[in-house]
């Protein structure tokens, strides 16, 4: 349990799942978190050069392109890479908006710094996504359809995306985890962020809540080692990260 056939994403192309997240993607944020940001909270592997890692939901994160550089076989998949233009176009607004506000969301930081940040890391994403030696580890894709053959990543992890939207729906929620488990080999780890995340201790998103709990729930009853790390250390004060190990 916890694998599903090679031939199940195929499959599944035009299913309502995930056409559902074809559709709800531009209603997602269109971030740009720099690498200094995702390896802060992504527990990688100490030896990058050769591993195959997929980001899931990697939107205008340079964390790829950082990986590649590092000798890493690294991917990054997102439904919004099915039009350039419009990523572009969406994470420009969203740095208007935030710019606009002067602060960013559940932060009292001003927007400034952390902006400009983004700022440069789309810049480093944009040129990656671009460059033809680079352009194939960009895949428009969702997170229940992983274009990855069965047992050939090392490391999958996902950011705002698996949890933050996906969640929002238990179903949704584990046929994504079970997806990012067919392209693990035996020993991978699946990453998750954020989970148990602080707005649960503020009474927001009841029902994410408690579709994770029932995700830790089933891992226990099919077997797979999952753990719940503590990111207060990272500055994510209250908020937590699921690690789970393929078999």
Request: aromatic fraction near 8%.
């Amino acid at each position: 349990m916890g694998r599903r056939s090679k031939t199940h994403a195929s499959e599944q192309q035009d299913s309502p799942v995930a056409r559902a997240q074809w559709d709800s993607a531009p209603a997602t944020l269109p971030t740009a978190r720099p690498w200094a940001t995702v390896a802060a909270l992504i527990p990688f592997p100490s030896w990058l050069a050769g591993q195959t890692i997929v980001d899931v939901g990697a939107g205008g994160s340079d964390a790829v392109a950082t990986l590649l550089a590092a000798g890493a076989n690294a991917f990054g998949v997102d439904p919004r890479y099915r039009s350039f233009p419009a990523l572009v176009r969406d994470v420009a607004a969203y740095f208007a908006a935030h710019e606009a506000v002067g602060q960013m969301p559940q932060s009292h930081e001003p927007s400034a710094h952390p902006i400009a940040r983004q700022r440069a890391a789309f810049q480093h994403f944009a040129a990656s996504f671009q460059d033809r030696r680079s352009a194939a580890h960009y895949r428009a894709a969702v997170a229940t359809q992983l274009p990855f053959a069965t047992d050939s990543t090392d490391f999958v992890y996902s950011l705002d995306c698996i949890t933050q939207y996906l969640d929002r729906e238990y179903e949704l929620l584990v046929a994504a985890v079970l997806e990012a488990l067919r392209v693990l080999r035996s020993g991978g780890r699946l990453v998750l962020v954020p989970f148990r995340d602080d707005v649960f201790a503020l009474g927001y998103h009841p029902v994410r809540q408690q579709n994770q709990q029932r995700l830790l729930q089933w891992l226990q009853q099919v077997g797979l080692h999952g753990v719940v790390e503590d990111l207060s250390p990272t500055g994510l004060t209250g908020s937590s990260r699921l690690v789970i190990v393929a078999r």
